[in-house]
């Protein structure tokens, strides 16, 4: 097979990227807040019950922003439940789960939690069983300094300083008919709006996110982003985005293919933004917050037998192989490549939901291969996106029509001068050589190329396996004049990182 060729300029900026591209969610589901990040009594726990491997492992991937408390969990949720003296805190029925929720874990605690990580928070209202004045009630509890009952009350619960939370999420999920609260897109719309203005007269600079479509799998999509930016546009900042892509009824060729579809997803909405705002004939341009992306097999949701209303159960704990691990990457370089308009994306979710981090309770955490690849871009991946062109074999597919083998983009860290080439190998068998033609004489030697891969697709991590997939050092990368030469192992991901002369 021929090489893929490539071109890349440093010198030549796409955009700048908003490092809260590598955001992360954490939602009340399953084993992520309880058993994930939170979990008394266990060996790593600190006083306040934060489970330090977890913690460790979550400061590595240093995610920029962290989405709360839902998700599908919001939308029945009362905030106040989870706040002030732990004892005082009711159990709850969760009708998202249908689990038991014990609110040890609340708003003010997952503050505290995001101070020890390094992260900010994105505040997700409940916009399904509950509406703007319990927005705006949580609003002022969390962010007015003092002197209202709200405001005092999160000081007589220990919290002197306001939490100044900036970004909000104005409910989740809204067009999913499994939401408690569902809404049609006119009544959403309406509601996201006014809860929108509500809080805006308290601080016009807070950024909001409406919720558009749960992903392009949805009847109702995109009729349904195109009513709610109608009535929205103005109030709000970002438009939402999910999508979890599967291997159901696909062939591991569709599958390594998944990305199109997060592609013509982001075309179509993007398309939809720029239309409302000539429409709207506003100033304003939309930007994506893509809350929640990932590789998601729904056959992995609840254990076969599994009774409802227990605590914390092993729910949607998807193990990645390797080649779940690769569809991770291309969706990483698909949101890389519209980093101009994606500027909040976070994998759903950080720990045992479908999480790059997994921990047995009471027992040991470990990583997927998924974990690798996100810490690869939130390390070598901020900056800007520079150009690179690329010209890759393709294979035939029925559901994609022509795609390429190799898929990349380049970013380059405006403060080092290195440059970082995320690519994948969809090639399920063969090795495939990359020579990329650089086009500015800036560069000066290929630091290191890494890269994720095993002999067999299905091979994943386990507790007991933890480095069936890990981050291999390969040698051969090496530039030659004004060719960069490297050689990409069948179905992987790999970063190729460059030194710049002028920072050398
Ligand atoms: O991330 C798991 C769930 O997927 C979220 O709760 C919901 O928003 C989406 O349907």
């Known amino acids: ?6 071109t890349l300029d440093a010198n030549d900026c796409v955009t700048e990227i908003d490092e809260r591209l590598y955001g992360n969610f954490v939602e009340h589901l399953g084993r992520c ?8 009594g266990h060996a790593t726990a600190d006083a306040a019950g934060w489970r330090h491997d977890v913690l460790e492992m979550t400061q590595q991937l240093a995610p920029p922003i962290v989405r709360y408390p839902g998700g599908n969990f919001v939308s029945a949720y009362r905030w106040e439940d989870g706040v002030g003296a732990k004892s005082l805190r009711p159990q709850r029925i969760d009708l998202a789960w249908q689990t038991m929720e014990s609110n040890q874990v609340g708003t003010n605690d997952f503050m505290d939690w995001c101070k020890l990580v390094g992260t900010t928070p994105m505040m997700a209202v409940n916009l399904g069983t509950r509406g703007i004045i319990e927005a705006c009630q949580l609003l002022e509890y969390c962010n007015h300094p003092s002197g209202t009952s709200w405001s005092d009350l999160r000081i007589s619960h220990g919290y002197p300083e306001p939490h100044a939370i900036k970004t909000w999420c104005l409910g989740n999920e809204m067009d999913g008919p499994w939401q408690t609260g569902h809404k049609t897109a006119e009544e959403y719309g309406r509601i996201a709006t006014e809860t929108a203005r509500a809080m805006r007269q308290y601080d016009a600079s807070l950024e909001l996110v409406a919720c558009g479509s749960c992903g392009p799998y949805i009847e109702t999509y995109p009729e349904w982003d195109r009513v709610v930016l109608d009535l929205a546009y103005e109030q709000v900042d970002y438009l939402s985005v999910h999508l979890y892509v599967h291997d159901i009824d696909r062939t591991p060729e569709a599958y390594l293919g998944v990305s199109e579809l997060m592609e013509r997803q982001l075309r179509t909405t993007l398309g939809l933004c720029d239309f409302m705002k000539s429409r709207h ?18 056959n992995y949701l609840r254990p076969e037998g599994l009774q409802p209303w227990q605590t914390a159960p092993p729910l949607v704990e998807q193990i990645y192989r390797m080649i779940d691990t690769v569809v991770f990457g291309s969706l990483l370089i698909t ?20 999480g790059p981090i997994m921990t047995e309770t009471g027992g040991r955490a470990w990583k997927q291969g998924t974990y690798h690849v996100l810490d690869h ?3 070598f991946g901020r900056g800007e996106v520079i150009h690179f062109r690329l010209n890759s074999p393709t294979y035939e597919c029925s559901e994609f029509g022509t795609m390429p083998y190799i898929d990349a983009v380049a970013t380059r860290d405006l403060t080092s001068g290195e440059i970082a080439i995320f690519s994948i190998n969809r090639h399920l068998h ?9 086009l500015h004489d800036g560069i000066t030697e290929c630091i290191e190329h890494i890269s994720l891969f095993t002999n067999d697709p299905e091979v994943r991590n386990s507790p007991d396996q933890p480095e069936e997939i890990h981050p291999r050092t390969m040698q051969g990368a090496q530039i030659t004049g004004d060719q960069l030469f490297a050689t990409l192992p069948p179905l992987s991901w790999n970063v190729i990182r460059l030194r710049q002369k002028s920072h050398a």
């Open 33 to 40: 807040v309880y058993g994930g990040i939170y979990e008394p």
């Open 335 to 354: 949101l890389l490549k519209h980093a101009d308009r994606v500027r909040i994306a976070c994998v759903a979710q950080l720990v045992n939901v479908i």
């Open 377 to 379: 871009g939130s390390r």
């Open 1 to 6: 097979m021929e090489s893929a060729k490539a």
């Open 430 to 438: 063969q090795a495939l050589d990359l020579s990329v033609r650089i």
């Open 281 to 298: 004939r506003s100033k304003k341009t939309m930007m994506i917050c893509f809350d929640e992306w990932n590789v998601w097999n729904w």
